[in-house]
């Protein structure tokens, strides 16, 4: 059975950081594209960051881009999301998602594989 639990969502100001972790079992973690998303109430799931299973090649959304870090443990098969300068903007249901495709993707249509959310708040 496949799951993907993240954590370290909360409540943070503006200009702080949050590292948000996804934890993976069921799946062979080293062959896996894993990937965070975001989603805002009546808004479409947005992609925010993804590594190959590596970590060599990432790719990034233009709206986090020199602020948040993807990385990943695969001795640990965990996947990280290191976000600094946060801002209110930001404020959403962050998602782990992985999908064994050997290649990057950003579309939520291409990851089978989803945890279940972290909330992460960002007051002004």
């Known amino acids: 059975q496949v799951q993907l639990v993240e954590s370290g969502g909360r409540l943070v100001q503006a200009g702080g950081s949050l590292r948000l972790s996804c934890a993976a079992s069921?799946?062979?973690?080293?062959?896996?594209?894993m990937a965070w998303f975001r989603q805002i109430p009546g808004m479409e799931r947005e992609f925010v960051a993804a590594?190959?299973?590596?970590?060599?090649?990432?790719d990034y959304a233009g709206s986090v881009k020199g602020r948040f870090t993807i990385s990943r443990d695969n001795t640990k098969n965990t996947v990280y999301l290191e976000m600094n300068s946060l801002k209110p903007e930001d404020t959403a249901v962050y998602y782990c998602?992985?999908?064994?495709?050997?290649?990057?993707?950003?579309?939520?249509?291409?990851?089978?594989?989803w945890g279940q959310g972290t909330q992460v708040t960002v007051s002004s």
């Open positions: 998602a992985a999908e064994p495709i050997g290649r990057l993707r950003v579309g939520p249509s291409s990851y089978r594989y």
């Open positions: 069921g799946l062979t973690f080293s062959s896996l594209t």
């Open positions: 590594s190959t299973w590596s970590g060599d090649t990432t």
